[in-house]
């Protein structure tokens, strides 16, 4: 039987050729298999018909978008994940979300490899590769790109050459990859970090500057998770779609920053992720009600291990497991509505209620009906203060010697 191979295709140039590529040099049969994570676009059933048109012995089609946005987005969110402080993690929950799919699509087709087109400089080579390592160890992994040397020029030399049913003039200077979480852009004159972004870089986000009347919104949070908008019921999917519109509107969302990949290099990006950053900033101050001080403490500094983990494509290991079921555990009491106002770029709370809120209005007011009694409070400072006043009696002490 001819060997069969499962190729990550996104119906973009590179993903095409690879068909007939990898076929080529392998004399493997190749089933594209595209996922749906809310990328917008292209409708599935064109992209289908275009890997069939370019050599496909089959071509699949999963709709993963309520999946990603349930088992990928929800938990970046109940993180707080933001990737040095800035990104959330856009690119990277999509990829083990492919995977499944993949390796899944491996078993059903028979196949013995999986391929993606990734270059061998970023992240996503590796979140594909150890991802698809740990849910299918009997799999072989190959990057056409990577490892058989398909360049951009060859690319378009082959598609021409063999009259594959696809653009080869439309010059996009940049590197894109979106999903319903929300969209990145590299390479080409971003990779000047001092160049501002021009305005055709942004799609999902519409320039800050000049905003429309301010948009206030009311989100309903259950357990951590968005269940209404406006009062509206939504789905975790339906939430961060209305907010991606919502948000991105007023230009909420966009990020540019210099980050430290996996492989030792730093890459500038541009990001847009309206919806996320709105529920995320939401989110988080639910949870500044909700949570205890020592666990909120904790969480962040968890939060932030998380997204390192999921950045450098370890989703699927056992310390990201175990950190899921910390933040999933911290979130038993983080209910109630947070609203804010969405205008000029930024995503203000303005008002917060929880019935399982710990703010206490007797403990916090200044005014008549304060519970807390002041004049503990002096003695509770002189033994907070112990430890360091007796270490800086010893700093004298030395010095003085
Ligand atoms: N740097 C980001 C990450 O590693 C985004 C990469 C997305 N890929 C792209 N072709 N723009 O998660």
């Avoid at 990829?95 to 028979?110: D, N, Q, S, T, Y």
């Avoid at 021409?160 to 590197?175: A, F, M, R, V």
């Avoid at 500057?209 to 309903?220: G, Q, Y």
Wanted: charged share 25%; proline share 4%.
């Amino acid at each position: 039987m001819t060997e069969r191979i499962v190729l990550a295709y996104s119906g973009g140039l590179d993903t095409s050729v690879a068909i007939g590529w990898i076929g080529e040099a392998t004399g493997a049969e190749v089933i594209a298999v595209a996922v749906d994570v809310g990328q917008g676009g292209e409708s599935l059933e064109t992209i289908r018909q275009r890997a069939l048109g370019c050599g496909a012995a089959e071509a699949y089609v999963a709709d993963a978008s309520d999946e990603f946005a349930n088992e990928y987005c929800m938990p970046t969110l109940q993180a707080n994940a933001l990737y040095q402080g800035h990104y959330p993690l856009v690119s990277a929950i999509s990829r083990p979300v492919i995977v499944k799919h993949l390796v899944k699509a491996a078993r059903e087709f028979g196949a013995t490899t999986v391929a993606h087109g990734c270059t061998g400089k970023g992240n996503d080579q590796v979140r594909f590769e150890v991802g698809i390592q740990t849910l299918g160890p009997d799999l072989k992994c190959i990057a056409p790109v990577r490892d058989l040397a398909l360049t951009r020029d060859k690319a378009i030399a082959f598609a021409e050459e063999k009259g594959l049913p696809i653009e080869t003039t439309k010059k996009n200077p940049y590197s894109i990859d979106q999903n319903v979480w929300g969209r990145a852009v590299e390479t080409g004159y971003l990779e000047d970090i001092w160049n501002a972004p021009t305005k055709d870089i942004y799609d999902y986000t519409a320039t800050p500057e000049f905003p429309p009347a301010p948009d206030e919104v009311t989100i309903s949070f259950e357990a951590g998770i968005p269940v209404a908008i406006d009062g509206v019921k939504v789905t975790p999917l339906q939430a961060i779609k209305e907010l991606n519109r919502r948000a991105g509107a007023q230009g909420v969302g966009r990020i540019d920053v210099v980050e430290d990949r996996l492989v030792g290099i730093k890459s500038r990006e541009i990001y847009e992720a309206p919806g996320a950053m709105a529920l995320i900033t939401a989110h988080k101050h639910l949870e500044d009600i909700t949570i205890e001080r020592e666990q909120a403490r904790f969480k962040a500094t968890v939060g932030q291990r998380w997204a390192e983990l999921v950045y450098d494509g370890q989703w699927f290991s056992p310390l990201k497991r175990s950190l899921d079921a910390f933040i999933l555990d911290t979130q038993r009491y983080v209910s109630g509505d947070i609203r804010m106002v969405l205008h000029g770029g930024q995503a203000i709370v303005n008002g917060r209620r929880s019935e399982t809120s710990l703010y206490d209005f007797d403990l916090a007011t200044y005014d008549t009906g304060d519970t807390f009694d002041q004049s503990m409070a002096r003695g509770f400072i002189e033994l907070w203060g112990m430890s360091a006043k007796v270490a800086s009696g010893r700093d004298i002490r030395v010095a003085g010697k």
